[in-house]
């Protein structure tokens, strides 16, 4: 077994290598080469598939890849459910991301001011090393080898987010990007080093010791490991304020990146969260009131991002920054979830289990419903060729499907039931009560979640409703407007097939959290109830159930009845103009602009979310004469001579 | 809360320091001052000084703007006359300003960048008799309908009223452009609250009103050209009394007031106060529906239907009195036509008494109504200055502090010799112009009072032996519910008038919405616009007439059902 | 949970979704004759809603546009609110066990109301639109109120489940918590002062404004049957002692429904008879303090 698991880690991280090659070599036509790179990343979900398979029946999966001499580091991959997962998101998400991106680059380049290869040639080897480090990042175990693949990461995604460089604000998001996330991978490196330092070498076991002796000794050198880590993986994670480069990046970046770096990488932050949390800190033998104190800061930071995620999410006009800021509150709930289970674990294994296993159902849900979103933003983009909200409106009767995507999307990030969204929040919810009982400031995260999650049905209806619905605005008027090639279409298919499935069969994703759980847990539990979702309380009695199937045949049942009862007096149908007080004007004209929507909180909304004020320096904004551009222009140009 | 031009004592101005000062101002300008009584006082222009004469009055002299009008007299004097009339309110003392336009070059300087009020006045002069108003910063059609064709000006004395122009396109007044990042909310020409056809176009951003636009006089009617030779002096009041469907009396009286001026008849003292009590019993019930239609318009039916309740007995009363509830027919030139039965005293003490009781329990509650004050405080907020620019009237202006009353300021009918104070608040805003109201209320079942206890005996009409000679001018002016309604009387030939210019308040109160309702939110437009207690009819002086074909037509029942 | 527990639980939800269906119009109906006599009217019969209702469902169906939302909405707003009703308590004992807790039950709720503000913004009518903003924004006061003081409620018997709420235990709490349902009650059914998204006199009915016939018949039907959902649930939960020792759940079903009436007599019909509208800022600062109120319910169950 363990040659089958060697044989496909090699296949991921080979066929990776592969993708990147032929991402270089297949420029010149973009087409194929993006079905080429779509076909490396299938080989390599499919045996990420495959070693999903065996790790979720052995528990978990060791393989030393080898060591540097010299160096106190192993190369070791490290495969448990929980981090399979992850896996499993980046390279299904990614093969989606793929597939949808082979004819939304083909315009994209198509369109580029420099010559289209040169934009091809920066997209899809940057999105394979993208794909193949972040596949790394979570794989590894060792300190060493795993901070030299976080920081890879970054790179590509750099590339990725300046794809369009040369317009201003392009670049000074990517610039953005870079700078948070070299200040948050310092805090990494120095948590790293002064483990290392203690411990001699940089393998987690031996991290785990050391964290065991300092917390005994000298816990506030513990403590401040923890919170430099912490630190880090909040940034990527998104979470106010170090996160405050998410909202600028993710629009920047073209729609299927966005798509990855809001579906997958941010979640490698909760991935590392919940890793450190349990494994190092967890394991290590924490005080209650230590792990107590961590998790409910966490929760705080977490219940923070969700307000002020979903309020300048409720507020803004423009399709990506929207979704971007959903994002930054989408990760709230990660967090609080994350900080709850952390809070809990000296005090109730089921509890603190709840609230991963909802933690986990976030970062799954989150990932299948805001890729489909930012795919849906993108196919927008293709068709109208903007993000504006003021400019859109109506688009439902020229692009269907797409309209189609945004609603199920919508209907998921809004935590509407009988979808996947709907799951996560109800088991946050369930084990905030119980946490509650316990820590009467879960409570106060409480009020903040209830609040969230209103405001994410604001911005969900936003999103769905001045894009698609009522009177066309502009940009979406045009002739030319219309549904995007079925390229483009099944990826979106795929993922609202995903979220529906997830929403009306939580076990399917229930099921593997649990065992993520199960094997990460410091102190593992026995199984928690799946299918139906029902919980029990710490004493015993039923405290919350939802059976979708039942409430889907309720619901169903209900409406083609009430359907039925608007049929049976024979009605007749008839088109008539929209009401306008009898006067006949364009329907442009009483269509109520983005910004006009959800006053008077609109202003309110607003500015709440505060921007971390950026240096600007404009020596690095690439002028048209100036290094940077000239850089670039040469490194093309050498790359399309090297090239058949 | 100061009037914007204070008129002290010995300011007080008299019909000849006006005309010395005109003079002093225009020279040679002036071509003629011709003081009727000390009430009136009628100044001749030369048109090219048109707008300085208005100025000196406006802002030398303080006066107020009361309307404009315009008279086709090309048979008798080869041109178009212009008239602008003034109120001196503190003198009693209404100063009209004629100026005669070439026939073949019809074109007058526009005061309306001096006196914002004249916008609407002077755009239905070019409307309607086609004298363009030179500078006018909106001269956009405002009166005709969107399919009249241009050029053809139906209150010019060649226009017969059987006349019927064929419909043309391309004619409608464009609507304002609306501005970046806000919506436009229609709001009419049909809406629930606006219970006449009238569109403001509201511009709103989130809700909060950044701009607004008006197209009115959907239903014009006409009835001015009708009174421009077609009718006798007596057919008129009956037509007059139409112009309104609630305070239908104010015109009737205010015609006759007119017309008597003109010709100079003493109306018996028994006449007067007859008028005087049919006038306050038609603000009494005004005010009563005003309240239940303002109360709807901010949802609170309750005290609605209890209003109208309250208000029912007056409407009885006025049909046992008149035979009708509310056109009540009584007025002719010189009087009016009938007596009151002999059992009035009794009837009206009654009703009034009841009304008093139970509209003295409401009013003590409404102080006390935290969400209703919550709805009318510090909206629809009309500065005093505002006031005296658009030359609002009646409730609006008191609410904003600027005291005019006719019955005071320039007293007819009774009021002379009747004992009432003016009700006055300085809030500015909506809640002020409710609360005058509240507060005229029994101030009017007071009056009512007063004329019951001094009813003199005697005739009821004057005696008018000989035809009214043509080529003079009276005004007649009333304190309707909803302000001054202003008549001007020229008289013709045949004892028919030349013309007949009617003034409604909510010409002028309407156009002092759009600085009313901006910055409010859209929640309050409706109860801004309803705090004026508008009176389109009135305003619009409406025939039906298609606002597609412009034909005057009566659709069958048939036709109404096809047309779904 | 067997099969059999499935059948019982759907075929009770189905009891509960179709008796508030049918008694929905008679609440409206009811509270319509008792503003009649307020108003000094001599009103319609208590039966005109239904009337209304067979009406609309035979009127003429005139459509501003045929996306699905329009086409939709109508229906899933309907269902969801009685789908609510379904899983909720009725006559003191929860028929539908396990099939939804409050989470589910709230979450029902929200996609009602989505689905109204949906449509509103679907017709593409500033009217329409304004309303569905209105609904959003008192959502984000109404819904906090509702859930925290379920919540409230839950956190005393760490149990989110409706047969768990109605065991929890009584406390201050409970008090804090009924006050801040009760002054929002007239918040929840959208009645005068705070028939804000519909505001006839405003918005010619908002998001209901580009409705008409069958679509128009299935909204206004919802709209009844919320009434009486929140107005039951106040009995249910706040109200038990009316229930609690009635032993045949039929005749505490009957007298459930009968305090429900009492309810929206005495609170929601008197005091949609003696207020004016208020504007929308005004009713979200009334319903922010709520949030409050219904927030120290919260803390207050967390802390003891």
Known sequence: MLAAATLSVELIFGLMAVGVILGVLLSRWPRACGWACAAVVAGAAGAAAYLANIVFAQGHVEIIAGSITGVPAQLVLHFTPLNVIFLLMILGLGLVATVYSVQYVEKVAAESPGSSMAAVVRYYPALMLFLGSMAAVVSISDLLFFFIAWTLMMLPAFLLIIHDYRKREVMRAGLKFLLFSIVGNLGILLGIIILYRAGGDFSFATARDTMTAFLQVQPWTAHLVFGLLMFGFLTKLGIYPMGDWLPDAHPAAPSPVSALLSGVMIKLGAYDIAHMALELMGRANASSSAMMGWGMALAALGALSVLLGGAAAAANTDTKRLLAFSSVSQSGYILVCLGISMAFIPVSMQMAGLAFVAAMVFVIADGIHKSLLFLTAGSVLHATGTRDLMLLGGLGEKMPATTKAAIVGALSVGGIPLTAGFVGKWLLFQSALQGAAYQPAVAIWLLAIVVGSILSLAYALKYVGATYLGAPGVASSREDVREVPLSMRVPQLVLLLASVAAGLWPSLIVRPAISAWVTTAPVPISGMAGGALMVESVGGTTAGGYIPPVILLLVGVAALLAWGLSRLGGAPVREVRTWQSGLELPLATTRLPASGWYWPFTPVLRSIYREIPMPDVPALYPRPDGAFARGWRRFERTIAGLLP | ?564 | MSLTDYTQTIGFAFANMLLVLLLAPLLEGVIRKLRAVIQSRQGPPIVQPYLDLLKLLAKEDLRVTASPVITWGPPVFLAAILVAAGVMPLGGETAAVGAGDIVVFIGLLALANLSLAAMGFASGSAFSALGASREMMLMLTTEPVLFISLLALGLQGETLTFAGLLDAPYGIATLIAAIAYLLALQMYVAKVPFDITEAETELMGGPLSELSGPRLALTQWGIFAKQFIYSSLFVQLFLPWTLQYIPSIAVAALVNIAAVLVVDVVVVGIVMSVNPRLRLDQAVRYGMTLVGVAAIALIWAAIL
């Open chain 2, 1 to 564: 809360m100061s009037r914007h031009v204070e008129l002290d004592e010995d300011r007080a101005v008299t019909a000849e320091q006006i005309t010395d000062s005109m003079r002093r101002r225009l020279g040679d300008g002036l071509l003629d001052s011709r003081p009727a009584g000390p009430t009136r006082l009628y100044l001749t222009v030369d048109p090219a000084k048109i707008v300085d004469a208005a100025d000196e009055l406006f802002n030398g002299l303080g006066a107020r703007f009361v309307i404009s009008a315009g008279t086709d007299e090309r048979e008798n004097r080869g041109g178009f006359r212009v008239s602008h009339f003034f109120s001196f309110d503190d003198e009693d003392l209404y100063v009209a300003l004629h100026a005669l336009v070439p026939e073949d070059d019809p074109r007058i300087d526009s005061i309306t960048p001096i006196i914002p009020g004249a916008n609407w006045a002077e755009r239905e002069i070019q409307d309607l008799l086609g004298v363009t108003a030179e500078g006018h910063p909106d001269p956009r059609r405002l009166v005709l309908p969107d399919d009249w064709p241009a050029d053809v000006y139906p209150l010019r004395c060649d226009f017969d009223t059987r006349d019927r122009p064929a419909s043309a396109e391309g004619m409608a007044p464009p609507m304002k452009n609306r501005p970046e990042g806000a919506v436009m909310v229609p709001v009419g020409p049909y809406f629930p609250t606006q219970h006449e056809p009238e569109a403001f176009a509201v511009f709103v951003e989130g809700e909060v009103v950044v701009d607004s636009d008006y197209r009115g006089f959907y239903n014009h009617r006409g009835i001015e050209k009708l009174g421009c030779a077609d009718l006798t002096y007596n057919q008129i009041p009956f037509i007059a009394e139409r112009i309104c469907g609630i305070c239908g009396f104010v015109h009737s009286c205010a015609y006759c007031m007119a017309v008597e001026n003109a010709a100079g008849i003493e109306v018996p003292r028994r006449a007067q106060y007859i008028r005087t009590i049919f006038l306050e019993l038609e603000r009494l019930h005004s005010h009563l529906l005003w309240t239940g239609v303002a109360a709807h318009i901010i949802g609170f039916d309750t005290l609605f239907m209890q209003t109208w309740r309250m208000r029912e007995p007056v409407m009885w009363l006025c049909e046992q009195l008149t035979g009708n509830r509310k056109t009540y027919g009584m007025n002719i030139v010189g009087g009016v036509r009938r007596d009151l039965p002999a059992d009035a005293h009794e009837k009206i003490e009654k009703v009034i008494a009841d009304v008093e009781r139970e509209w003295s329990a409401l009013t003590d509650a409404v102080p006390g109504d935290r969400t209703l004050i919550a709805r009318l405080e510090d909206v629809g907020t009309l500065t005093p200055d505002q006031v005296r620019q658009t030359c609002c009237l009646g409730p609006t202006a008191r609410g904003s502090g600027v005291a005019i009353d006719l019955r005071i300021d320039h007293p007819y009918a009774a009021y002379g010799e009747l004992e009432m104070e003016k009700c006055v608040e300085d809030g500015c805003d909506t809640l002020a112009r409710t609360l005058v109201r509240l507060a005229e209320t029994p101030v009017a079942i007071d009056i009512i009072r007063q004329c019951l206890a001094k009813m003199p005996d005697g005739e009821i009409q004057a005696t008018i032996d000989e035809e009214i000679p043509p080529g003079l001018e009276g005004i007649g002016a009333v304190e309707a519910p909803r302000g001054e309604s202003f008549h001007w009387v020229l008289t013709g030939e045949n004892n028919r008038p030349k013309r007949w210019r009617v003034r409604a308040p909510s010409y002028q109160n309407l156009q002092a919405i759009g600085p009313m309702i901006h910055g409010d939110v859209l929640a309050d437009v409706p109860i801004d616009i309803g705090s004026i207690d508008p009176c389109y009819s009135c305003t619009d002086r409406m025939t039906v007439i298609d606002r597609r074909s412009g034909q005057m037509r009566v659709m069958t029942r048939e036709e109404i059902l096809d047309r779904r």
